[in-house]
């Protein structure tokens, strides 16, 4: 079945700094990819959509300036979160879909800033 | 949640008896999934109901989808303690493009 690869599964850094996750379709080409976020004991928040060689488009609130997309590959996309603060700290996840038959989600990525 | 509501918020049963979980949603949806994730773990993909489908069973999981309420319910029965997780609907909403929006979760904890 489809897999995707989330990397790294947890980040511990320091405020300021910036962190790069990064998903990856193994078996398949991945059109579109989806990053949400999730704060203890709430439900995934989607943050934005990517489709490969195109810009991505953020959900109302979150700040592209802040949080860089970059899907230039059909079997790569990352998130860059920039200069970090604790209040960015929480759990990241990714999902891949192909031509949006189906979406497979990566292991995701606890980020704690300190 | 950017999509709908769950409910309950939290349900505590016994290992043996059943647990439902319900999802209502905002929008006309192509398909509706159930999700399950562990406790600081990634998501877990149990079943997808298509708009056009009323019911669908997998192994102990039963899926209904109610499209003129814009509901949907999840039935685990003969529930275990391993079946303690969050358990999240998601919709497919197509905005320009597709996305899925997640709704808020239930917590469910099976004693043993």
């Known amino acids: 079945g489809a897999v995707v690869s989330q990397h790294p599964s947890w980040v511990i850094c320091k405020s300021g700094t910036s962190v790069k996750i990064e998903c990856r379709s193994l078996?398949?080409?991945?059109?579109?990819m989806f990053w949400y976020r999730q704060f203890p004991k709430q439900s995934l928040m989607l943050m934005a959509t990517?489709?490969?060689?195109?810009?991505?488009?953020?959900e109302q609130g979150v700040e592209k300036d802040k949080f860089l997309i970059n899907h230039a590959s059909l079997t790569l996309s990352t998130l860059t979160v920039t200069s970090a603060h604790p209040e960015d700290s929480s759990f990241y996840i990714c999902?891949?879909?192909?031509?949006?038959?189906?979406?497979?989600f990566g292991s995701g990525t606890r980020l704690t800033v300190v | 949640s950017q999509q709908g509501e769950e409910d309950p918020q939290a349900l505590s049963i016994q290992e043996g008896e059943n647990a439902t979980m319900n999802c209502s949603y905002k929008t006309s949806i192509n398909n509706l999934q159930w999700y399950r994730q562990n406790s600081g773990r990634g998501l877990v993909h149990l079943i997808l109901?298509?708009?056009?489908?009323r019911e669908k069973h997998s192994g102990r999981l039963r899926v209904t989808l109610d499209t003129s309420k814009k509901s949907s319910s999840l039935l685990i029965t003969a529930s275990r303690a391993a079946d303690t997780a969050s358990y999240f609907c998601a919709t497919d909403i197509n905005t320009g493009g597709f996305k899925t929006i997640f709704g808020a979760g239930t917590r469910l904890f099976v004693k043993a």
């Open positions: 078996d398949f080409q991945a059109t579109t």
């Open positions: 999902s891949a879909s192909f031509l949006n038959y189906g979406y497979t």
């Open positions: 990517s489709n490969e060689g195109s810009k991505a488009t953020y």
């Open positions: 109901i298509r708009s056009n489908e």
